[in-house]
């Protein structure tokens, strides 16, 4: 079946720690995102990423990072310097990047700081 | 699992009622609504969108009510069901200024057996 994978569900975060969550798709989609989100709050964008060997900054990318090698595969690390990671981090797609496509999510990652 | 949107306003109905779930957007200029379903430690699922020349969408026991003069949009849902228990989220995509997809933080809903 087509969807997006993410992995793990779950992850503990050391202090000074960098982490990756893994993030697969088989919808053919262009567009990729990752988003984080909190108790009582919208979703808000980490990264994103219109093709292949490209992405850009969303509304909260301190403390973040990505690459696009592939269509199918956009991984987030959450690097020491994300003063506060303890979410969950929620990956999606898109056909394209553009207004009107509907955005289609993952099963999400819980991340922890222990 | 654990639960996103601790403090989330609710809505308790019985099964078999009608819900509906309101969402007020914030951009005069969306023009494309989605509303997604999100059990608990799950990711959020499509649920019916709706673009912003109708006013009236529906789907299998869902119904989306689109008002642009008052920015308010609305989910209902027939003969509410257990299963259908979760938050749910309205997003907005505006017209101008690219993708960028608004998300709500959503609506608790309970339903009682």
């Known amino acids: 079946d087509g969807g997006i994978t993410q992995s793990p569900k779950y992850l503990f975060r050391k202090e000074g720690q960098n982490v990756t969550l893994s993030c697969e798709q088989n919808?053919?989609?262009?567009?990729m995102y990752w988003y984080r989100q909190d108790p009582g709050q919208g979703l808000r964008l980490i990264y994103y990423s219109q093709i292949v060997n490209d992405f850009q900054k969303g509304d909260i990318a301190e403390g973040y990072s990505v690459s696009r090698e592939k269509k199918e595969s956009f991984p987030l690390t959450v690097t020491s310097a994300q003063k506060n990671p303890t979410a969950f981090y929620l990956c999606?797609?898109?056909?394209?990047?553009?207004?009107?496509?509907?955005?289609?999510f993952g099963e999400g990652s819980w991340l922890t700081v222990v | 699992g654990e639960s996103v949107g601790l403090h989330l306003p609710t809505l308790s109905v019985q099964e078999g009622d009608n819900s509906i779930i309101n969402c007020a957007y914030s951009n005069s200029a969306s023009d494309y609504f989605i509303w997604y379903k999100q059990e608990s430690g799950k990711g959020p699922q499509f649920i019916i969108d709706i673009r912003s020349n109708m006013d009236k969408r529906q789907g299998q026991r869902v119904t989306v009510l689109l008002n642009k003069t008052v920015k308010h949009l609305s989910l209902q849902i027939a003969a509410t069901q257990p299963g259908d228990s979760a938050v749910y989220f309205c997003a907005e995509n505006p017209r101008t200024g690219g993708f960028k997809t608004i998300f709500g933080a959503g609506t608790r809903l309970f339903v009682k057996a």
């Open positions: 919808l053919n989609h262009d567009a």
């Open positions: 999606a797609s898109s056909i394209e990047l553009s207004s009107g496509n509907t955005i289609y």
